[in-house]
């Protein structure tokens, strides 16, 4: 069983930026690749970035692409999003999730998921 931990979301103003990051509790999840998702209040799940288990892959969602980043720390078992120009319409519930089987952009690929961080940006 792999937790996932999300921390670093709040409230920005449009064009800011935050760093989300998210710690996995076991040490065989170093070997997974991780997502980022985000949700708004009824609506579904959206894919936002994702990035290989040793890191040399990333993929982004275009509504994203230039302006999120992802990567993974040292140790293999936490991963970044790295937020800048920050639009209004990013505004959701940011989660981490990862497991042995996913495919990029599929969230129903993925095992684990993280509680979910609030991400708000105001115009």
């Not at 996932?4 to 979301?9: K, M």
């Not at 064009?15 to 065989?28: K, P, V, Y």
């Not at 639009?87 to 996913?102: I, Q, S």
């Amino acid at each position: 069983q792999v937790q996932l931990i999300e921390s670093g979301g709040g409230l920005v103003q449009a064009g800011g930026s935050l760093r989300l990051s998210c710690a996995a509790s076991a040490r065989t999840s170093s070997t997974y690749a991780m997502g980022w998702f985000r949700q708004v209040p009824g609506k579904e799940r959206e894919f936002v970035a994702f990035i290989s288990w040793r890191g040399g892959s990333t993929y982004y969602a275009d509504s994203v692409k230039g302006r999120f980043t992802i990567s993974r720390g040292n140790a293999k078992n936490t991963v970044y999003l790295q937020m800048n120009n920050l639009k209004p319409e990013d505004t959701a519930v940011y989660y981490c999730a990862t497991g042995p089987r996913t495919i990029a952009s599929m969230a129903g690929t993925y095992d684990y998921w993280g509680q979910g961080t609030q991400v708000t940006v105001s115009s």
